[in-house]
Nanobody
Framework: QVQLVESGGGSVETGGSLTLSCKAD?????????MGWFRQVPGNEREGIAS??????TVYADSLKDRFTIFRNLTVNLYLQMSSLNPRDTATYYC?????????????????WGPGTQVTVSA
């Protein structure tokens, strides 16, 4: 089992950048697992942003791949670099650990979630 905690959210103006971080309390558990970032706006379904495998293979949502970058370091901390932000990016952002080595952008592929961090982009 593992607990995940996101950080790095906040308020930014249109065109700005943010990098979100996700830290785990059980790094060994995550070594063989894929991880991913999702976001959700109240009233909407959770949207997959990007996923990354232990071998650093990545999957991105087509609409976000030009502005968002997912990466993980050797201690299995997960990051999401976001640029050219606009008000439609306003959401709660979640990191998640997958059930296996490879996962896509379906939330059902993940079984551990952080509590989320809020990102607000003003016009």
């Amino acid at each position: 089992q593992v607990q995940l905690v996101e950080s790095g959210g906040g308020s930014v103006e249109t065109g700005g950048s943010l990098t979100l971080s996700c830290k785990a309390d059980n790094v060994r558990y995550l070594v063989p697992k894929c991880m991913g970032w999702f976001r959700q706006v109240p009233g909407n379904e959770r949207e997959g942003i990007a996923s990354i495998s232990p071998g650093d293979s990545t999957v991105y949502a087509d609409s976000l791949k030009d502005r968002f970058t997912i990466f993980r370091n050797l201690t299995v901390n997960l990051y999401l670099q976001m640029s050219s932000l606009n008000p439609r990016d306003t959401a709660t952002y979640y990191c998640a650990a997958g059930r296996t080595r490879f996962c896509g952008l379906d939330s059902n592929e993940y079984d551990h979630w952080g509590p989320g961090t809020q990102v607000t982009v003003s016009a």
